[in-house]
């Protein structure tokens, strides 16, 4: 059997703020289904990822694999390092109680502001993927309770069956966070507000204000056919 030449942990994050506790389990969620750890953790699947607060890499494989180096331009750095990393050798992701998260999430626009950093990187800043992503997101998670209220049987009780399997998958992770079930009748407006912090992602990145942290904009800004207009006949010094 081949070594693991990376073990992550996705820690648990703070969730004390009305804030935290109506978003947070929601970003576990949407995490664990854009990356399925037990797709992640299979070495013969494609999907990589891993989560940055606890990291263990094999010194060998990640030399091997060109170093921090390698991803040192990435703006979503521990996922790219999962990725990198599996092209080495297995890799394993997991969720803990064990290790916690002290960044504080107290409002709304902290939320915001930590999503719309990188959301649009985690699409490859593709209009495509983008695109796909809302109308996915439309699909699965609002539709059902639309179609509840204004549809016809049989549609109406097909879709009322979607929206409960929904909000049971979304349940494990109000409980790993001690919150009531009861919120996962409140996911479709929860999506509806990651929807719209990735739609505001990638209109951030398309005014070269994406990847904000700490005052820098960290994304690369968008190539426009001006730009590229003017570097052509930038006159040589």
Known sequence: MDTTVLASLMVKLRCESAAERWFVPAFVFFFQMLY???????????????????????????ARAGGLAAIRGALIDDCALGALMKQQGPIWLGLTDDAVSLRPYPGFADIERMVTRSAYAQLGYSPLRLAGAVAGMGVVYLAPPLLVVFAASPAREMALVSFLIMAQAYMP???????SRARALALPVVAACYAWFTLLSAQRHRRGRGGAWKGHYQAPRPTTARTTTAKRHEPRQ
């Open 36 to 62: 399925p750890f037990a797709r992640v953790n299979d070495p013969s699947s494609a999907v990589a990822a891993a989560a940055g607060g606890v990291m263990l890499v094999s010194p060998e494989a990640l």
């Open 173 to 179: 992770s109000l409980a790993f966070y001690g919150l």
